[in-house]
């Protein structure tokens, strides 16, 4: 069984490995924006690095031309960035509309309201305000 200075100490480590990680957390900005804050970056970007570094190396493999594995691992790099970036921010607007008819059906016990252009449209003659 460990000392209780044993176990002070460990979490005098833990305290102090979690404090380097909020720092490291807080000092990831990019032009006064916290990158890991916004939606979808971090996935869109890993499996734009991930397929880059696949379409890179396949293409070495097969042509033995570093000029044009480069010139695919940067394009796969783009292309698989920009389209899982779109992919996830539409599934993230679909997810919000979503929860926001079944918000309304819950609160209002109705039927889901007509969405045009994203954007809930309250039926004529009645009110949202919960009494």
């Not at 900005?29 to 890991?36: C, E, H, S, V």
């Not at 804050?37 to 033995?64: D, N």
């Not at 960035?81 to 993230?92: G, K, P, S």
């Not at 929860?99 to 994203?118: I, N």
Request: with cysteine; glycine share 6%.
């Amino acid at each position: 069984m460990a000392a209780p200075s044993d176990l002070d100490m460990e979490q005098a480590i833990l305290d102090s490995e979690e404090r380097q990680e909020k720092e490291r957390l807080k000092n990831s900005n990019f032009i006064q924006r916290n990158l890991l804050s916004i939606p979808c970056f971090r996935e869109s970007f890993m499996y734009g690095m991930l397929s880059g570094l696949g379409a890179g190396l396949g293409t070495f493999m097969l042509t033995s031309r570093v000029r044009r594995a480069c010139d695919v691992a940067v394009g796969s790099y783009a292309a698989v960035t920009f389209c899982w970036w779109i992919y996830c921010r539409y599934e993230r607007a679909r997810l919000h509309q979503e929860l926001q008819k079944v918000q309304y059906m819950v609160f209002d016990d109705a039927s889901p309201p007509a969405v045009e252009s994203g954007i809930i449209v309250q039926p004529k003659g009645r009110s949202r305000a919960a009494s």
